[in-house]
């Protein structure tokens, strides 16, 4: 059975760093493009980042550039997410998606296959 499992959701202050992991069971993640969607309540999902299958490839959001950045480790089948000043409008459930077409990195949501059940992400004080 294929399946994403995102974790490291939390609580943060404004300011703070969280770092979200996406883990991948049942199937290799090397030739999966992956993005990070979040949904905060009221609003659309939107994409927040994507890294291509070989990682060279990445994107980001305007209003994350700079303070998120995407890796991966194809070793551990995970990708990452590291979130550094954190905002309250960061506030969201993030998910995690995999993208079968290799070699392509977009933030669009209905292009992803497989998706995550999201970890909650808070910034306040």
């Known amino acids: 059975q294929l399946q994403l499992v995102e974790s490291g959701g939390g609580l943060v202050q404004p300011g703070g760093s969280l770092r979200l992991s996406c883990a991948a069971s049942g199937f290799t993640l090397d030739y999966y493009a992956i993005g990070w969607f979040r949904q905060a309540p009221g609003k659309e999902r939107e994409g927040v980042s994507c890294?291509?299958?070989?990682?060279?490839?990445?994107d980001y959001a305007d209003s994350v550039k700079g303070r998120f950045t995407i890796s991966r480790d194809n070793a551990k089948n995970t990708v990452y997410l590291q979130m550094n000043m954190l905002e309250p409008e960061d506030t969201a459930v993030y998910y995690c998606?995999?993208?079968?077409?290799?070699?392509?990195?977009?933030?669009?949501?209905?292009?992803?296959?497989?998706w995550g059940q999201g970890t909650q992400v808070t910034v306040s004080s």
């Open positions: 998606a995999a993208d079968q077409v290799m070699g392509r990195c977009r933030r669009i949501r209905y292009e992803y296959d497989y």
């Open positions: 890294i291509s299958s070989s990682g060279h490839i990445t």
